[in-house]
């Protein structure tokens, strides 16, 4: 009768399940099988054993001596017991006391533990520590022998032993229920609720608790199959209800010693056991979500990427000079929406590219696809990735394993993530440089020293003997850089490298990038919303918006010239000012968001959202060349440059600006000044 | 780090003064007697009396427990009130039968589980959830139940182990070895079904994280991604668990060795419920604490071993 441990809560979402989930008609967890048959089960087996007396075929000491040890028969249904009593009549008739008796223990450690944890993460550190303290001395007691010394004591009283072991598990409830109480009550509403003066107990009964109702019914279905357990397993070494009453654990006891001669004693009582506690079990990973979690995608399939790739083959970039050629790139979801649509670039070598816009625009997809390491359930559809002169949509992943790190490499927007906190700093430099440069070991930390003091630190020795939690963010995107570095690159991919960033190291790392490119020769594709960083570092940029690329051309021309109205909106939305401009009086802003993949309109994407919109953009039309070898992608481009417009900053605008999530996030370098639309 | 393990073992000592205020409080509250479970039932009041009275049974309470408080620390558990035999002799005796077959089972339960966590985690689909459902119902399984099932296919069937009784590993290893055999096994059934959903939680959270990305975008190949870093990272969890395991094992030891005619703890305990020998259960409940508190410390020690963040701080 091992005390098994509860999961830990983080494997049970805390959030309140989703309206959709909610509603009409079953709730969700007995939609799934699992569920569904752990409710009936349970239920069924309640309703048998309480009501047993009233059906069962015989009475419980009833032995009918001709059919010992009897097989199932039209007499017995389940057989019959060593002294011809009938199996069927008093599994039935044992049930009512281990159902009973397990909630009985559910209920005292709820009833301890729930409250206990409730009032800790309400009191503050203190309390909090206290009650820690004395539940971890109950934890490391060995409940078993705990409830043997009991039993010794007391004698067989199962409700009394069972409402025991409660207490001492309530120990372990406090414990897990402390963690989501507290998380719960970090939430903001409430937070507002307590400052809108409702009394502690309404908090906790209103906010709190229906917050945590999922992880208590997991984790109290849970207990209630090792209750199950407990009380089988203490009737099995004798301490149950005493012959002739019957019980599941001494049957099995029984049974076990018919093993030789009669095995089939062994099969309906334990089955019976068996099937209630898994019943218990499986409702509680229906409650707690976790099949769908299960639901993992099997191997990822690219068919339709691989026949186009198929179908073209390696070819010659359009642009000779070109070390890296996207044309019409198509990402999507398999069997779903597209994120990205007919994206085009070409990237020079020792050039830096920004792609720039809000976000859900299909800028990380893009850069992701470069290196193949698109999201599970994502995939390519078309276009082409010439890396090179050589495709890489479709290759096998062996293939882009060998470009990965030696030819491509990536730096990501979390520096503190991106790094594995259970390895040395050393560890993870020298692994790649013995792997793809071939160094010996000694050597590899040499040049590991080396590639740090490239990327600016200066106490290279004691960033190597580092682990990740003990650098700083700063420190961190360095590092992360001097691992992308060690493969010698000749493109990184850079995805939003600052964002993280306090300002100040931003511009660091930004300069660190541009002297690498000076210095190497290195190619970046970098990702960002801060038009700030496209000014600083990139010779070109690419706009997107909804998946498509919008405008393109050289960063000056862009930027000091912008013919999209979009980018015009990222432009006049920038609240940073250059030294002797004059500062405008209002922010622009965009209204309205960046519409979901697979919503999105027919004709301008942006239409939605765009101060200059027509009848005309509705209808879908090609982009138009723009900024010399560049293209904008706006049917009324001509008019609006003729007209000298630019994005207005209206009054809705500036109400709305500071809310959340309606403005556009750029920040630009650009001033923003205001003058007429032409609507 | 010293304030760490300082703070642990007050932890500790406090755990086990915690277990013997406990069980000396369940006794004391209770009607029975030592007096009158040593005679038996034919005794009378009077003699009863008598006997409480030699036993030192009618002293104050707090004269008694740091009496008793004394010997353990010289480590004296008394003797049984049944037949007369040191407890703390007879418990030395049945430790390492208890704690070889909670260990076994706890090393066989994480490579198994391990084994099948990791793998579900990795192949995803319907392999992964049918070894996810198969452990699932696994670790529902009462041991007991599984105990005999595996007497009768292995013992019974096969005839490859014997059914029960314990052989000293003094006298012939080999036989000790099989001795343990089915009980083992008994215990891996669910042992290691919960491993395996330890590890194939930890094995999916660890393949999902950021630096996994970076990993792959250094171009490392996947069986170093997932059995170097991913399984690194999901070790954590997994020797928690395994740890708690070890202590479930050892505590619920009793129905095992009560299945197989072993002489551990449990059984110790289970003799000592079922005839009130009260000294006896004492010592049982504090003997168990103790090895219970012992392992919490080592695996407090290998777990900030294992992480960077507690090694390093």
């Keep these: ?171 372990a409830v406090y414990r897990v229920m402390l963690g989501v109480a507290q998380s719960v009550r970090q939430r903001l509403y409430v937070d507002a609720a307590r400052v809108n003066g409702l009394g502690s107990l309404r908090v906790n009964l209103v906010h709190v608790l229906p917050s945590m109702a999922t992880v208590v019914a997991v984790q109290a279905a849970q207990l209630y199959g090792i209750g199950l357990l407990i009380v089988a397993g203490l009737a099995f070494l004798g301490f149950g209800p005493a012959e002739p009453a019957p019980s599941w654990g001494f049957m099995i006891q029984d049974a076990s010693s018919y093993v030789f001669n009669a095995p089939w004693l062994l099969v309906p009582t334990g089955l019976v056991l068996a099937l209630t506690v898994v019943a218990a079990n499986e409702l509680a990973d229906a409650i707690a979500g976790k099949a769908s979690i299960a639901r993992t995608p099997t191997r990822r399939k690219r068919p339709l990427a691989r026949a186009i790739a198929a179908a073209r083959g390696d070819a010659a970039p359009a642009d000779p000079a070109a070390i890296l050629e996207v044309r019409d790139l198509d990402v999507s979801v398999d069997d779903g929406p597209a994120l990205v649509t007919g994206v085009s670039f070409t990237l020079r070598p020792g050039r830096v590219l920004g792609l720039v816009g809000e976000s859900g625009c299909g800028k990380t997809m893009t850069a992701r696809s470069l290196m ?308 | 780090m010293l304030g760490y393990v300082a703070r642990r073992l007050a932890m500790a000592v406090g755990t086990v003064l915690a277990a013997v205020v406990i069980s000396f409080l369940l006794v004391h509250i209770s009607d029975s007697t030592p007096g009158a479970v040593r005679l038996g039932p034919g005794a009378t009041e009077a003699q009863i009396a008598a006997e409480n009275e030699v036993l030192g049974w009618n002293r104050p309470l707090v004269v008694q427990f740091f009496d008793y408080l004394g010997d353990l620390v010289r480590g004296d558990l008394g003797t049984s009130l049944i037949d007369g035999r040191s407890i703390g002799a007879d418990l030395a005796d049945r430790v390492p039968v208890t704690a070889s077959i909670a260990l076994f089972a706890t090393l066989l339960s994480g490579v198994v589980g391990v084994c099948i966590g990791v793998t579900a985690a990795v192949r995803g689909g319907r392999v992964s959830r049918f070894l996810m459902t198969g452990s699932g119902v696994a670790l529902s399984l009462p041991a007991f139940w599984v105990g005999v099932l595996l007497v009768y296919v292995l013992a019974i069937q096969t005839g490859l182990f014997p059914a029960t009784g314990y052989v000293e590993f003094a006298t012939d290893p080999a036989g000790w070895a099989t001795s343990l055999a089915i009980p083992v096994l008994t215990l891996t059934v669910g042992g290691a079904a919960i491993i395996a959903r330890t590890a194939n939680a930890g094995m999916r959270e660890a393949l999902a994280q950021e630096h996994i990305r970076t990993l792959r975008a250094m171009g490392t190949p996947e069986w170093r991604i997932r059995y170097v870093h991913a399984l690194r990272f999901a070790s954590l969890p997994v020797v928690s668990v395994l740890g708690i395991q070890f202590i479930a094992l050892f505590g619920g030891s009793v129905i095992i060795e009560n299945l197989f005619a072993l002489p551990g703890l449990g059984q110790a305990g289970q003799f000592a419920a079922a005839s009130s020998d009260i000294p006896a259960l004492i010592g049982v409940v504090v003997v168990a604490t103790v090895v219970v508190v012992i392992t919490n410390l080592l695996l407090d020690l290998l777990v900030a071993a294992l992480d960077p963040k507690v090694r390093t701080a």
């Design chain 1, 372 to 679: 193949g390491l698109l999201p599970d359930g994502v995939s390519v559809s078309g276009g082409s990735i010439l890396w090179q002169g050589r495709e890489l949509v479709a290759l096998p992943d062996k293939e882009l394993t060998a470009i990965r790190g030696r030819e491509i490499a990536m730096i990501s927007q979390e520096p503190m993530v991106a790094l594995d906190p259970m390895f040395s700093i050393a560890y993870q430099l020298v692994q790649p440089l013995r792997r793809i440069r071939g160094a010996g070991k000694a050597e590899a930390r040499t040049i590991a020293a080396e590639l740090l003091r490239q990327v600016g630190i200066v106490d290279a020795e004691r960033v190597l003997k580092s682990y990740p939690h003990e650098l700083s963010g700063g420190m961190a995107q360095r590092v992360a850089i001097a691992l992308a570095l060690t493969g010698e690159p000749k493109l990184l991919i850079a995805d939003e490298p600052t964002t993280a960033l306090d300002v100040t190291v931003q511009a660091e790392i930004l300069s660190l990038l541009r002297a690498l490119v000076r210095d190497t020769g290195l190619s970046v594709v970098i990702v960002s919303h801060d038009l700030g960083v496209v000014a600083d570092i990139c010779d070109d940029v690419a706009v997107m918006y909804a998946g498509a690329v919008v405008e393109d051309g050289s960063a000056v021309a862009v930027l000091d010239e912008p013919a999209h109205p979009y980018t015009m909106a990222l432009l006049g939305a920038n609240p940073h000012v250059p030294d002797g401009e004059p500062v405008p009086e209002r922010l622009a802003s965009i209204p309205g968001t960046v519409p979901p993949p697979g919503s999105w309109p027919t004709g301008c994407r942006f239409a939605g959202r765009c101060q200059f919109v027509q009848e005309k953009c509705t209808v879908p039309f090609p982009a138009l060349p723009a900024h010399g070898a560049g293209s904008v992608l706006c049917v009324r481009v001509d008019e609006i440059a003729r007209a000298g417009a630019t994005w207005e900053a209206d009054d809705i605008g500036a109400e709305v600006a500071p809310g959340a999530g309606l403005t556009a996030e750029p920040i630009a370098t650009e001033p923003a000044a205001t003058a007429g639309g032409i609507r």
């Design chain 1, 1 to 171: 009768m091992s005390v098994l441990p509860l999961d830990a809560a983080d494997d049970v979402a805390t959030e309140p399940v989703p309206p959709a989930q909610r509603r009409r008609g079953l709730p969700y967890f007995l939609r799934r099988p699992g569920g569904l048959f752990g409710a009936v089960w349970l239920v069924f087996m309640l309703a048998a054993s309480l009501t047993a007396s009233l059906w069962r075929p015989y009475e419980v000491a009833e032995q009918d001596l001709a059919n010992r040890l009897a097989l199932p028969s039209g007499a017995h249904l389940l057989g019959t017991d060593p002294l011809g009593r009938d199996l069927l009549s008093r599994i039935f008739s044992a049930g009512a006391e281990p159902l009973l008796a397990a909630a009985v223990t559910v209920l005292v450690a709820f009833g301890i533990g729930l409250p206990l944890a409730l009032i800790a993460a309400e009191r503050g550190r203190r309390v909090e520590r206290v009650i820690s303290r004395v539940t971890e001395v109950f934890l490391a007691l060995p409940a078993t022998i705990l409830l043997l010394a009991v039993i010794g004591v007391i004698g067989v009283r199962t409700f009394i032993i069972m409402a025991i072991l409660g207490v001492l598990i309530s120990a």
